[in-house]
């Protein structure tokens, strides 16, 4: 990419590169061959997108049961990545606690499956 190119992409344009969407956790395994502690997630986007999976490193602060039917914020357009084994189709999204150990981004409220992050 050119300077000039670069120049001419504004900070919301880059930001909406990123597609975010709230997808429900509908199925939650350990991930035993993850270099970190880690679940396999599959998540529910809705009739558009489906089920995808994911891998993340959330085991300090959620149990299986805690992740189950909870909505999540996904980045799902970044291509699938293999971890350990397991393809990862969606990064779930979080922030580091004081411990720093991941806390899932969500919705404060119940929205559709599959609703964009904006």
């Known amino acids: 990419m050119s300077d000039s190119s670069k120049d001419s992409v504004s900070p919301y344009q880059a930001f909406e590169l990123v597609d975010m969407r709230v997808g429900r956790v509908t199925c939650v395994e350990e991930h035993p061959r ?5 679940y396999k997630l599959w998540i529910d ?3 558009e997108l489906g089920v995808k999976t994911s891998s993340a490193q959330i085991v ?3 149990s299986k049961q805690d992740l189950m039917d909870r909505l999540v914020v996904c980045a799902v357009n970044l291509g699938v990545r ?3 084994g397991f393809a990862s189709e969606v990064l779930t999204m979080g922030m580091s606690d004081s411990a720093g150990n991941v806390v899932l981004l969500q919705p404060a409220s119940d929205v559709p499956q599959g609703s964009r992050v904006f």
């Open 60 to 62: 300090a602060n959620y």
């Open 34 to 38: 993850a270099r970190k502690p880690a």
């Open 45 to 47: 986007f809705g009739p």
């Open 82 to 84: 293999n971890i350990a």
